[in-house]
Every structure is written in structure tokens, then in C-alpha cells.
């Protein structure tokens, strides 16, 4: 595979890569960890004239938590290294396990969990349980710099909020409330490696074994990552029972919006988001209660 | 315009200059001749086009020569200590028959040597996960999951 021609920059600030993208435009995009563009530009979907490199933009990969505020991922951060890091393991474990289990052992090596976001895939493994938990996003242009949460951020496969000239610099995601517990659960055809089928993500916030708030995101049924609404309504100010678990998960399949596609039809990943939106509640429920890390 | 870089590989420095749409794999195979890294599909999904990049293991494929400037890289001709001596990763896949057409192998081999790196006593479950990222056609896997066992329970008394 020959990639078409393209030139190559490394800017090693922010306000350089901003300064340059502003100079190029739509002719330029942006590399983090390269999983994504380069399949795209190898396969004539991208076609940049300039290909900006972001990995030399000194602590654009730092992972930082600060116990007071919250989490933040630096957008050249690692998925191997988000779901390594002790913080991300104890305090936000489905951040961690999303990051763990995206593609492969050299993608994560690589890749980037921006990038995973800005790709904008409704399968994108680690949307849900960021979205779940609140996440703002951090884009920065020329003309400044702007937090968009990021339930606002997918507009639909492939696009999102990202306006010319801007580039997301880091993924902030709020300390988890006292009493939550949060979960990601996948399934896909070969279980590792291949894209998911169907993806949910979970934070519950329990009093004992009443439920006071949930927020519940369901990846790869519908055009973006989607909130469950009526799954939500079925937990809220609730005592969270085996039951009430299972017509959580049925309200959320009857909120999914599933195509049929290479990856598995519509009725299976309908049924699939009931299961997994029940196990994902379960395990939340668990970690609230401090029953598993 | 062609970037001048400086790439380690398998401990000799090369400087080189060379297209910015060249990829890594290309460099090393076409540039290097050392065409034990393979070229299969391309996309990140195979695996054959394993190195190790400044220790961690990444698909060739799908790196930039240019993002790789001033790092040092492994390819499977850089595991053996010598002429005549084989990497005990080698060994192992040799006696256990973990090699068939071969296509897979280096690839196998580094992901074997990153998870090594890492973890010298790894499970079942762990080996298979590590190989997570390499298809092999010909084995079955079983194996190759077989030669890697073996490999740890060598380096470890080796080292």
C-alpha cells in the first residue's frame, strides 16, 4: 500500500499546530496515534496535502488526576498507557477497561483515546463510559480555546462539533460522586481485536440500594454514541433489584436504534444492548457498593 | 519535500532521508533491506508488520518513518544474539513447530518479546491476549501460544 503524497509538519506547541492548521485548512489533518488516518489516506478517503503530526507537542500525552477536580487525558495519550495507569485503575476502572479493550495490543500502542473520539465511529469503545461519566472535551484554535461536554461533541458516523482550525487538546472527566460506580461492557463477533457490535457504558450513583441518578450511553445502535433515556427513568429513585436490572435493559433496547450490518444484525444487537445494559448496570451497582473494584 | 531522520534499528544508527509519506515498513523492507517484516494487510489488523518502536510494539504499516525519527526500533533480524545463536523466542517456535509458512512469524516473535519484556511468567489467557493483534493462518495458534510458554520458561532461567 503507497499512501498519496502528502508533506509533513511536527509542531512542537499548541499554538504552532493551531497556527498552521489556520494556515492550511481543510487541506491539512491532524495525526495523533495514525490508526485511523493512515487506514483512511491508504484506502483515498483522506487526501491532505499536509499532514500535521501532534506527538511531538511536548505533555500533549500527559495523563494527569488531581483528586480534587478530576481526571485529565492529554489528547497524544496512549490507549495502552490510559488503561495502565494507576489512577485511570482506581478511580475511573471503565475508563481504564474501554481503553484496554479497544482494538489490538500494537493499535493501543499507538492509538490515542482522542483520536478514538475525534474518529467519531458510533462503535468508538471508549465513547460511552466517558460520556456516561460526564466528559468535557477541551478544543483549542487560533482564536482560543473552548470545553465543550462532550454529549454535545458526535453529530453523526464520522463527524463532530470540531470547527475548522480547532483541535482537541484534552479529555476532562469530573471525579466520580460519592456512592457511584461505573461500567463498560462490549460484545463483538471474535470478542478482541474486531470493531464492536454493541458498547454500553454506565455511572450509577446509589444511596444503599436506591439508585439517585444514572447515566446510561449505548455505542455502535445508532448514527452517534445515544443516551438512554427511558433506561435511566426506569432506575432513577429506585431500590435497584435483579428485576428492575432486566426492564432497565429492555427499555434501552427499545430506545437503540440498530442497523444490520457486517458486524451483526439489528435484531441481535437489540437484544445484545438489553444483556449488556443489564450486566453493565450490575457491575456499576457493585463498584457503587464496593462490592468489586 | 524529503525529511532527513535518524532511526536505531537493531542497534545500528541510519540516518536517512526520505518522503513524508513513507511509511516504516517501507523504509525498513525497501530502504534497510531487512524484509523480515512483513507487509500483509495493510490496515493495522494483521500483525505481520510488527517492530518494536522504543520498546513498545506497533503495526509498521500504519507508522510514518518521519513520526519514527530519533527512535530506536527492533525488526525480527535484531533478535537473534548472534550469527549463530537464535533468541530463545526462536528456539521455542522452531522445536515446538510453531512456524508454518512463515509469513506470521517475525511479527509473532516481537509481540512474544514485548509481552516478555513486560510479563516473564505469563499465563495461558495472557499469551493469547498479547497475540490479540497477530492473524496466523497456517497454526491454529495453539502452538505458537505453546512456543511462547516455553520461551518464558528459558529466558527466565537464562537471565
Known amino acids: 500500500m503507497t499512501l498519496s503524497r502528502f508533506a509533513y509538519a511536527a509542531p512542537r506547541t499548541i499554538k504552532e499546530a493551531c497556527r498552521l492548521l489556520e494556515e492550511k485548512g481543510d487541506d491539512a489533518c491532524l495525526l495523533a496515534g495514525g490508526t485511523d488516518l493512515m487506514v483512511k489516506i491508504g484506502h483515498g478517503r483522506a487526501r491532505p496535502g499536509t499532514v500535521i503530526g501532534l506527538k511531538r507537542i511536548a505533555g500533549l500525552d500527559r495523563i494527569s488526576f488531581d483528586r480534587k477536580k478530576g481526571l485529565t487525558i492529554g489528547a497524544t495519550a496512549l490507549l495502552a498507557d490510559v488503561a495502565a495507569h494507576p489512577a485511570v485503575l482506581k478511580t475511573y476502572p471503565a475508563v481504564a477497561h474501554a481503553a484496554g479493550e479497544t482494538a489490538n495490543v500494537q493499535i493501543r500502542n499507538m492509538g490515542t483515546v482522542a483520536g478514538n473520539l475525534c474518529n467519531a465511529a458510533p462503535s468508538a469503545d471508549n465513547a460511552p463510559t466517558l460520556l456516561a461519566m460526564g466528559a468535557v472535551v477541551t478544543l483549542v484554535s487560533a482564536k482560543g480555546e473552548r470545553r465543550l461536554p462532550l454529549d454535545q461533541f458526535f453529530k453523526g458516523p464520522g463527524m463532530t462539533a470540531i470547527l475548522p482550525g480547532e483541535i482537541m487538546t484534552a479529555i476532562f472527566v469530573p471525579l466520580p460522586p460519592p456512592g457511584s460506580g461505573t461500567s463498560y461492557q462490549h460484545i463483538s463477533a471474535r470478542g478482541k481485536v474486531d470493531i464492536s457490535a454493541v458498547g454500553v457504558g454506565v455511572m450509577v450513583t446509589m444511596k444503599g440500594r436506591k439508585c439517585l441518578e444514572t447515566r446510561i450511553f449505548l455505542g455502535a445502535v445508532g448514527p452517534t454514541p445515544l443516551r438512554a433515556v427511558r433506561a435511566e427513568k426506569t432506575l432513577c429513585g429506585e431500590r435497584v433489584t435483579p428485576a428492575l436490572m432486566d426492564a432497565a435493559g429492555l427499555a434501552a433496547a427499545k430506545e437503540a436504534r440498530p442497523i444490520s450490518d457486517v458486524r451483526a444484525s439489528a435484531a441481535y444487537r437489540r437484544k445484545m444492548v438489553a444483556v449488556l445494559t443489564r450486566r453493565a448496570v450490575a457491575e456499576a451497582v457493585d463498584r457503587a457498593s464496593g462490592k468489586r473494584r | ?159
Open chain 2, 1 to 159: 519535500m524529503k525529511h532527513v531522520i535518524r532511526l536505531k534499528v537493531n542497534g545500528d544508527v541510519h540516518e536517512l532521508a526520505v518522503d513524508p509519506w513513507r511509511t516504516l515498513n517501507e523504509v525498513l523492507r525497501e530502504d534497510l533491506d531487512l524484509t523480515g517484516t512483513k507487509l500483509g494487510c495493510g490496515s493495522g489488523d494483521c500483525g505481520a508488520c510488527t517492530v518494536l518502536l522504543n520498546g513498545r510494539s506497533v503495526s509498521s504499516c500504519l507508522t510514518l518513518a518521519v513520526e519514527a525519527d530519533g527512535g530506536e526500533i527492533t525488526t525480527v533480524e535484531g533478535l537473534a544474539p548472534s550469527g549463530d545463536t537464535l533468541h530463545p523466542i526462536q528456539e521455542a517456535f522452531i522445536e515446538k513447530g510453531a512456524i508454518q509458512c512463515g509469513f506470521c512469524t517475525g511479527g509473532m516473535e516481537l509481540s512474544a518479546l514485548y509481552l516478555l519484556n513486560r510479563n516473564p511468567s505469563p499465563g495461558e489467557k495472557d499469551i493469547r491476549s498479547a497475540l490479540s493483534g497477530n492473524l496466523c493462518r497456517c497454526t491454529g495458534y495453539n502452538k505458537i501460544v505453546e512456543a511462547i510458554a516455553a520461551a518464558a520458561d528459558r529466558m527466565k532461567k537464562e537471565f
